[in-house]
Nanobody, 126 residues
Framework: QVQLVESGGGLVQPGGFLRLSCAAS????????IGWFRQAPGKEREGVSSITSNIDRTNYADSVKGRFTISRDNAKNTVSLQMNSLKPEDTGKYYC???????????????????WGQGTQVTVSS
């Protein structure tokens, strides 16, 4: 059974940092492109970052470039999202997801992903 479980969310002040982790079971995470998404109340889910299984190609939403870093640890079957210089507009529920199809390509399109975790809440507030 494919499962993705996010952890690491919480309440942080503006300018602070958090590290989210996505743990996979039921499949080998290192053979899939994995994405991070977020959803704020009343807004659509949006892509934040993704990483391929080969040569670790990555991409980021413009709003997080230079502040967030995605990485994977295939030995632990996890993908992490390091979030620095957090802003109130980064608040939302963060999800990791497994991309269907080729693992050679990055994608921030929700429609490209077929398995999702339950999410972890990130709140940036003073």
């Amino acid at each position: 059974q494919v499962q993705l479980v996010e952890s690491g969310g919480g309440l942080v002040q503006p300018g602070g940092f958090l590290r989210l982790s996505c743990a996979a079971s039921g499949f080998t995470l290192g053979t899939y492109t994995i994405g991070w998404f977020r959803q704020a109340p009343g807004k659509e889910r949006e892509g934040v970052s993704s990483i391929t299984s080969n040569i670790d190609r990555t991409n980021y939403a413009d709003s997080v470039k230079g502040r967030f870093t995605i990485s994977r640890d295939n030995a632990k079957n996890t993908v992490s999202l390091q979030m620095n210089s957090l802003k109130p507009e980064d608040t939302g529920k963060y999800y990791c997801a497994r991309k269907r199809g080729s693992s050679w390509y990055v994608s921030l399109d929700v429609q490209d992903y077929d398995y999702w975790g339950q999410g972890t809440q990130v709140t940036v507030s003073s």
